[in-house]
Every structure is written in structure tokens, then in C-alpha cells.
């Protein structure tokens, strides 16, 4: 069964300070991968979106995320993160071609920024 | 465009009671999928809805169930509920995009807690 995995439950960092979020999926075949946010008391967002291409994605508010086949990862960067950017995040995956209705996700990470 | 909207958005039901989730789509979205969201297992896929037809079904029981109408609306229906049916319930529309890929849109999501 694909499963998603984010290696941080809880991440604490200073503003301006750089982040990555780390996420490894388990599906041998071909995937689409997306980042959400969830900011506090607000719905799900879509962050960025990786189909096909280019494995280097980016996604709004300077997110970007480097899909790496080999190693089955799509990790989640930002090179100066801000406050605002306090929020949950998960990673999701679903495979290409037929039902993509069924995203699986990560259990995310909470990112708190400090000011 | 309007986004995904949900309704009711908080619900307080006793155990054994049934429930009935509604969920509206973006305009000219046709696929609809329901998740549950708990703190402790995260964001579970439930099911999703296609032109009224069920095309995918997560791991609940058969106490879950759904459907969609001839205008994309979808409701779920949760019967004999249990103090572990607590949780958010997200519903998210997605549109085949270009290159043959859904994205989801979710809405804000339904707060149930069973008492």
C-alpha cells in the first residue's frame, strides 16, 4: 500500500531562518506529489504540485519542493522563512493515470516561526 | 469562483445517532472526495464521487457511506455513530487539469463531535 512519510513532527525556527521539510513516499509506480498548508483556524491549501517535468517545483509564498525519483522524496524548501509562515504541512501523493481522487497524506509538520 | 463549501460546519451528535454531511463543489468541478482528519491518524481518505458513481472507497467501515447528485453536490452519511467518528470531515473537488492530473480544492470542513 503507498504510505507517506514526513520525518518532523514539529519544527521550531527563527525568522529569516531557512527550512526543509523532509517527505518520502512508498509507491513503485508514477506519482503526483503535492504540498498543502494549513494555516491556523483556516482550510487546507494547495502549496505546490509536482505531475511531471521539471523536478524542481515551485509553489506560492517562495515554497519550492525538489522531487528526487531515486531516493523517493519530496522534500519541502524555503530559503527565509516568516512568521506568517506558521502553519501545519503536509505532503500528499497519488498515482498517475486512473482514480487520483484518493490522496494520501504525510501526518504533517508543524512549522512554529518565532519572531 | 466560489470555493468548496460545507455544511453545517460544526455538529454535535450523540453515539448512535446518524449524521448527514453536505458538500458543494467549485463550479464545473465534478469529482468530489471526502477525508477524515483525527490528531492522532491524520488525513484519511474516505471515499470519492465521480458523476454520481462511487470510484474510489478508503478503509472505513460500511457505517460510512456517500453519494453525489446529478450536480456534483455530494453528501456523506456516517450511521450508529461512535465516540472515534470524532473528527473534521474535509470534502475537496478537483478538475482533470492539462496534462491529465487532479488537483484538490478543499473546503473548511465539518466539525463532528459525537458525545
Known amino acids: 500500500a503507498q504510505s507517506v512519510s514526513q520525518h518532523n513532527h514539529h519544527v521550531i525556527l527563527s525568522e529569516a531562518a531557512s527550512l526543509e521539510l523532509g517527505c518520502n513516499y512508498s509507491?513503485?509506480?508514477?506519482?503526483?506529489l503535492f504540498w498543502y498548508v494549513q494555516y491556523p483556524g483556516q482550510h487546507l491549501q494547495l502549496l505546490l504540485k509536482?505531475?511531471?517535468?521539471?523536478?524542481l517545483v515551485k509553489g506560492i509564498k517562495g515554497f519550492e519542493a525538489e522531487f528526487i525519483k531515486s531516493k523517493f522524496s519530496f522534500n519541502l524548501r524555503k530559503p527565509s522563512v516568516q512568521w506568517s509562515d506558521t502553519a501545519e504541512y503536509f505532503c500528499?501523493?497519488?498515482?498517475?493515470?486512473?482514480?487520483?481522487?484518493?490522496?494520501?497524506f504525510g501526518k504533517g509538520t508543524k512549522l512554529s516561526v518565532k519572531p | 469562483k466560489a470555493g468548496v463549501t460545507q455544511t453545517p460546519r460544526y455538529l454535535i451528535k450523540t453515539r448512535g445517532q446518524q449524521v448527514t454531511l453536505s458538500c458543494s463543489p467549485i463550479s464545473g468541478h465534478r469529482s468530489v472526495s471526502w477525508y477524515q482528519q483525527t490528531p492522532g491518524q491524520g488525513l484519511q481518505f474516505l471515499f470519492e464521487y465521480f458523476s454520481e458513481t462511487q470510484r474510489n472507497k478508503g478503509n472505513f467501515p460500511g457505517r460510512f457511506s456517500g453519494r453525489q447528485f446529478s450536480n456534483s453536490r455530494s453528501e456523506m452519511n456516517v450511521s450508529t455513530l461512535e465516540l472515534g467518528d470524532s473528527a473534521l470531515y474535509l470534502c475537496a473537488s478537483a478538475v482533470l487539469g492539462k496534462r491529465g492530473s487532479y488537483e484538490q480544492y478543499f473546503g473548511p470542513g465539518t466539525r463532528l463531535t459525537v458525545t
Open positions: 509536482y505531475f511531471s517535468g521539471d523536478p
Open positions: 509507491y513503485g509506480g508514477t506519482v503526483n
Open positions: 500528499a501523493v497519488t498515482r498517475m493515470g486512473g482514480s487520483q481522487g484518493n490522496l494520501i
